[in-house]
């Protein structure tokens, strides 16, 4: 069934658990053929609204559509267009590759004669096709990984869930499930990702929105975040006295550069970095080392949701 508006619409959307706020309040939209990403600390509410999303969770209060439905009252139509691809793989690890694939896609009433193409398919795709016989169970990582993605596919959904899709990869299984959720973007198919990768987002979100305390603390494509909260290049100082930290913190912050102290570097946003560092180097001052850098989404991350680790 196709949808003209937006195939996830939230107003309002709150989750709460006893006293605990999970989610606040939120509003947002994905769009058809886009990759729309939540970014956020633990505990920010990701998670739960993910949940809510694939319909394994009742929202507690607000409006929620997905493809078009209620959540509420339609969950198994809405499961039944949905590719979701878990924060933790629950792959049959005692089965073949290709028995894992099958199995799934008769819960979605597929034919046999209808998945056998269909699995050969999507085996290509991910690049497991000589794994296609092999026991889950003795995979590397990576594999498990591309053959979850593989089994969100199995029955074309309309909409795919991807929690944390490359947590616990090496570089090079990154890169390769990075290829393949492009792909699956150049083909016009709608992902939903959390992520605690900022290159990841950077790199596939279209739009994303930050998450914090259960709130979004703003939204917008990672170019325009990028723009709206920092300087287009970052310089990093480390100097070799915590008193030269606090003179140049006050020197810049005086002149309207942002700054920022660390335990072991200060950080001075400037639109021309080796311009700035020239400028100080004639002031006299001779750090250890110096870094010019481009403002990435992790610095907007981290002004928007601070530095401070928390657990839950």
Known sequence: M?????LVSARSLSKQFDDFVAVDGIDFEVRPGEVFGFLGPNGAGKSSTMRMIGCVSAATSGELRVLGLDPATEGPSIRARLGVVPQEDNLDTELSVVDNLTIYGRYFGLSRSVLRDRVAELLEFVQLTDRADSRVDPLS??????????????????????????????????????ERLYQLKQQGVTQVLTTHYMD???RLCDRLVVMDNGRIVDEGSPAALIERHVTREVVELRLSEAAENEAIVATMASAGHRTESLTDRVLIYADDG???VAHLLTEGLHPVSVFVRRSTLEDVFLILTGRTLIEY
């Open 274 to 276: 080796d311009a700035l």
């Open 2 to 6: 196709k949808i003209s508006g937006p």
């Open 200 to 202: 990841e987002a950077e």
């Open 141 to 178: 990582g990576g594999m498990k990984r591309r053959l979850t993605i593989a089994r969100a596919l199995v029955n074309e959904p309309d909409l795919i869930l991807l929690d944390e899709p490359t947590t616990g990869l090496d570089p090079q299984a990154r890169h390769l499930v990075w």
